[in-house]
């Protein structure tokens, strides 16, 4: 049972690993995009979002909401795992 503990501990990190580059990349390409003088507008729903506000929006509810949480998780599970 330790060599399993020892082997996922290291392949969870390095998951977690790509998994922050990834998201590097993603902020990369975030911030590249520009903002929208009409983005608020765009935001409230009173305007069609343009392609920039969707890829933005999209791209800060990937990191937040599914990308972020999941790299928390594994890193949570690769901690206890070294200490089990």
């Known amino acids: 049972m330790d060599d399993l503990k ?3 501990e290291k392949v969870l990190g390095e998951i977690a690993g790509e998994l922050e580059a990834a998201g590097e990349r993603l902020g990369v390409a975030h911030a590249s995009l520009p903002v ?3 983005e608020d507008v765009m935001l409230a729903g009173e305007e069609e979002p343009d392609f920039s506000c969707r890829v933005r929006a999209a791209i800060e509810c990937a990191l937040r909401d599914h ?3 999941l790299i928390a998780s594994l890193r949570a599970l690769t901690d206890k795992a070294g200490e089990a």
């Open 6 to 8: 020892a082997v996922m």
């Open 67 to 69: 990308l972020e949480p």
């Open 36 to 38: 929208s003088p009409r």
